[in-house]
């Protein structure tokens, strides 16, 4: 899976419970905007999301993966904590909770190792869309072809 490398930095540093969060919500709007629009111009259409509550502290999404020319599609949710920025966005794909080692219950893909040391040294300038391009896309790409050859996702 290749996707487009996020250029947006956000610059406000807000999270939920602040003032500041409409503002921090439009900067992450527009790097999300930008990113699912250079996607698609490359082909690299992988994704859709979309707030899921009027809040946007839950989100909701589409994403998928093609493997041996076949596409598979996964439900994926998140919310936003507490204590974001500085906190790391934790993605739920609850269709393969229990399927994979590199998973936490509930369906939470594993960011530990890889992701969270990155986004602790990137807060608060990395948002949504990183953790989309940064997270979800590379543990996609290595988890979903494994788990297909096991036998343990199949197209219905």
């Given at each position: 899976m290749q996707t487009q490398t996020p250029q947006a930095?956000?610059?406000?540093?807000?999270g939920p419970r602040d003032p500041q969060w409409i503002d921090r919500l439009k900067e992450e709007y527009s790097a999300l905007i930008n990113y699912i629009?250079?996607?698609?111009?490359?082909?690299?259409?992988?994704?859709?999301?979309e707030p899921a509550n009027k809040e946007c502290t839950n989100w909701k999404g589409k994403c998928w993966v093609v493997h041996n020319l076949i596409r598979y599609e996964f439900d994926f949710q998140f919310e936003?904590?507490?204590?974001?920025?500085?906190?790391?966005i934790?993605?739920?794909?609850?269709s393969l909770d229990g399927?994979?080692?590199?998973?936490?219950?509930?369906?939470?893909?594993c960011i530990d190792i890889h992701?969270?040391?990155?986004?602790?040294?990137?807060?608060?300038?990395?948002?949504i869309v990183h953790a989309l391009q940064l997270a979800l896309a590379p543990w996609l790409a290595a988890e979903i072809p494994v788990l297909i050859e096991e036998g343990k996702i199949k197209k219905d």
């Open positions: 930095s956000i610059t406000i540093s807000a629009k250079n996607n698609k111009s490359e082909d690299n259409d992988w994704v859709k999301l936003i904590p507490p204590t974001y920025p500085l906190a790391p934790e993605i739920e794909i609850p399927l994979t080692p590199k998973m936490y219950r509930g369906g939470k893909i992701f969270a040391p990155l986004w602790q040294k990137n807060a608060p300038k990395f948002g």
